[in-house]
């Protein structure tokens, strides 16, 4: 009898079988994926996934078969063929799934078949939110159990699986699925400043004005030009000299051709306002910054009253203030500044003034030749010199007056640079005014000079590029011009007097050279002079300085030619540091040298520096004389700077002053005697010699030592002040004295008359019984 075999519902297959349900609706699409592998286990994994899809495609014509209702539903058998199948794909798919190598990611996945030209609606949906309708489709059972067939669906149901088909004819493109793509909006003002710092850089490296000048012309973006100016002086502060130099020449090549003067000061501003941010990174910050805005404003990029308008805008504590104060104090109100900033980190041009002056003639003859103006402003430009514009004003003007037929073009020129802002209106004035100083020097060459000059002062107030004031100055000026000539004489004269001297070493003959010119009130030009050539030589005309400043205060200068000779000269320090590296240091000596030689009192320093600037090279220089004086043994060492002629010691000087004296009271010769004291070479320790032979002439009981002084006095070897100071500490050691020498004062008052009657002492300092004698 047959065997009835269990009928097997397609929902009760799948029940059992869920994973073979799962490829019964797949496609080759499937396992396209697998390709893209390579190796033996790729090549397994691909044999046996074929093979399931074979098998399923099998159960899938059953599974149809029994839709369709081609097997009978009455007899409820599957055919042996049909059995055969579904045992064999029940068998493969446990043991793909049971493999190692089969791929796990196509037992959690599959793919529902579509119909065709349809998109299938649940491409990765997990097999356990699928389920079988009565209706034998495929649907997505819902996570949270809304939805299915019959039912209104869970609350504000949002399936984002609804099907769009694009042959439908209220198909709308606005609902395909779109993704927004976030893109950075750029600032133009960002994209100008990775632009500047490259060409700043690019220009540090190769130094070529022209290059940068134009890459900043193409780049365009005129409105953010405050923001170049910014930038390059911020990245220059934290570079070496090199760049900071080459930051000033491009200032001042970019201005009014490619930036305007509102944008510089717009840029030095904002660049006051970060100054604190600036001191954060840079400690230095306050000092460079003070120093490009004071080379600004002598290139003339930046106008003076920047200073003080933009001190008003700041508040005081702040860091711009300070260097605000900085620049005007320290730079801009020092003598010849124009000079000391520009060579401050190198100077531009990074040639000597002769060669400057040398190029500017060679231009203007150039000009005269072809007329081209044009380029004649360029060359002027490219000097960059414009603190030295007024020499180009002169030049051009003798240039004028020596080629009457190109002096319409030399005006034209002058004009044309005036209009251009290429030569202000202060370097114009300044040259015009040293041109009519020299006027009567030029008159040897053209003697038509002052006519000619006149003309063309005439001419160029006419046409407005000269100021109407300089005509009415010229009255003035003539007097001015008298004193200066004078003045310059008198230079003159006496740098043959100081030369004569260094190599003499004869004091009474220069003190009659001086007092053959007459002209006292020049005494501290000549203190100048005399320190100034000594410091430019050695230590032997450094020391001849010295003592002969001692000679001098005694015989024909006072203590306030001293003084105002000092001024003078620490005025124009930071000029002669240019020439001469050690120059503050040299000056202190002079200075501290002067008061231990009693020259000069301690409080005249004080008097010197309330007279100088604050915080300038001068003032330093004041306080270094008096750190000097303040110094221990500082006497001893003060003396020895120089070599102190014979570079002894003072204690070396008295004990041979001692053995001179005794060896004169015991028989010698006045005319060895004095000899020796010469020999010395201390002409400022003089009243020593004084102190230990009055002294000595109260020990012996023996007045010849009064015959030597006479005959000291009477050579000039010991001066009245020498003398008159060696009485004086004589007297201040009265008391001491007197415990050897009981007599010791009224021997002291016996010597006193005895000197007043011969004239030696200073007769203000003297009164009748010794006790105004001062030290």
């Not at 805005?293 to 200073?307: E, G, H, K, Q, S």
């Amino acid at each position: 009898m047959r065997r009835p075999m269990r009928v097997y519902s397609t929902t009760h297959i799948s029940a059992q079988s869920p994973r073979v349900t799962s490829l019964i609706d797949g496609d080759v699409s499937t396992f396209s994926c697998l390709g893209s592998r390579s190796g033996p286990r790729a090549v397994e994994e691909e044999k046996s996934v074929r093979e399931v899809y074979r098998i399923c495609c099998g159960i899938e014509s059953i599974f149809s078969d029994l839709r369709l209702g081609m097997a009978s539903p009455r007899e409820g058998f599957l055919t042996d063929e049909q059995r055969e199948v579904l045992k064999t794909a029940t068998q493969n798919t446990e043991i793909l799934s049971s493999s190692p190598k089969s791929p796990s990611w196509l037992m959690s996945e599959h793919q529902i078949k579509a119909p065709a030209g349809e998109r299938a609606p649940n491409v990765g949906i997990a097999v356990r939110h699928v389920r079988r309708s009565h209706s034998g489709k495929f649907v997505r059972v819902k996570k949270d159990g809304g939805g299915g067939k019959g039912t209104w669906g869970k609350l504000l149901d949002t399936d984002g699986d609804a099907h769009i088909d694009r042959n439908d004819p209220n198909y709308d493109s606005g609902e395909e699925p779109y993704q927004l793509v976030g893109s950075s909006v750029s600032d133009p003002l960002d994209e100008y400043k990775k632009k500047v710092a490259s060409i700043i850089n690019e220009y540090f490296t190769t130094g070529d004005v022209d290059l940068a000048a134009s890459e900043l012309r193409e780049l365009g973006s005129s409105e953010y030009h405050s923001y170049f100016i910014k930038r390059l002086v911020s990245m220059a502060m934290d570079r070496h000299d090199k760049e900071k130099e080459m930051t000033s020449v491009l200032l001042s090549a970019l201005y009014s051709d490619v930036i305007s003067s509102t944008q510089i000061k717009q840029g030095f501003f904002m660049l006051l306002e970060s100054a604190d941010d600036l001191a954060v990174d840079i400690l230095d910050a306050v000092e460079i910054l003070a120093l490009f805005i004071a080379r600004a404003v002598v290139d003339d990029i930046l106008p003076p009253a920047f200073v003080t308008r933009a001190k008003k805008s700041l508040p005081e504590s702040s860091k711009g203030f300070q260097v605000l104060q900085t620049a005007e104090k320290s730079y801009l109100s020092a003598p010849h500044h124009a000079e000391l900033v520009e060579r401050r980190w190198g100077g531009s041009t990074h040639v000597t003034v002769e060669e400057v002056k040398k190029r500017i003639s060679d231009l203007l003859k150039e000009y005269a030749e072809n007329g081209d103006t044009s380029e004649a402003c360029r060359c002027i430009r490219q000097l960059g010199v414009a603190f030295f514009h007024h020499e180009v004003v002169k030049r051009a003007l003798v240039l004028a007056m020596e080629m009457r037929a190109a002096d319409q073009l030399i005006l034209k020129l002058l004009k044309e640079a005036s209009e251009e802002g290429l030569i202000s209106s202060s370097q114009m004035v300044k040259g015009f005014a040293r041109l009519r100083e020299s006027l009567d020097d030029l008159a040897l060459d053209i003697p038509s000079a002052k006519s000619l000059f006149d003309s063309l002062v005439d001419r160029a107030v006419a046409d407005s590029w000269l100021d109407a004031s300089f005509v009415n100055s010229g009255d003035v000026a003539m007097t001015e011009r008298d004193d200066i000539l004078k003045l310059r004489r008198y230079k003159e004269e006496i740098v043959t007097i100081i030369h004569e001297y260094f190599l003499s070493d004869d004091i009474p003959e220069l003190i009659r050279s001086l007092e053959d010119l007459g002209l006292p009130e020049y005494n501290p030009v000549f203190l100048k002079k005399l320190i100034t050539l000594a410091m430019d030589r050695k230590n032997r005309e450094k020391e001849m300085a010295s003592v002969l400043l001692s000679a001098l205060h005694i015989e024909i200068f006072s203590t306030q030619d001293i003084v105002d000779g000092f001024v003078l000269l620490l005025e124009s320090a930071e000029d002669t540091a240019l020439d001469i590296l050690d120059a503050s240091n040299e000056l202190a000596l002079f200075l501290a040298r002067a008061v231990i030689d009693d020259v000069l009192a301690p409080l005249n320093l004080e008097e010197i520096g309330a007279r100088l600037a604050p915080n300038g090279s001068g003032s330093e220089t004041v306080h270094v004389a008096q750190s000097l004086i303040g110094a221990r043994h500082a006497g001893e060492r003060l003396l020895r700077c120089w070599g102190g002629g014979t570079g002894w010691a003072v204690e070396d000087a008295k004990d041979k002053i001692v053995k001179l004296l005794e060896e004169y009271e015991s028989g010698g010769v006045v005319g060895e005697a004095c000899q020796c004291i010469r020999d010395l070479g201390m002409p400022f320790f003089n009243h020593e010699v004084v102190k230990k032979a009055l002294v000595m002439a109260m020990e012996k009981k023996n007045d010849r030592m009064l015959d030597l002084l006479q005959e000291c006095y009477s050579e000039g070897l010991i001066t009245t002040n020498q003398m008159t100071k060696g009485f004086g500490r004589m007297k201040d050691g009265l008391d001491d004295l007197a415990l050897d020498i009981p007599n010791a004062d009224a021997k002291f008052k016996a010597y006193y008359e005895h000197a007043l009657v011969r004239g030696w002492l200073i007769p203000v300092l003297s009164a009748a019984n010794g006790d105004d004698v001062v030290a």
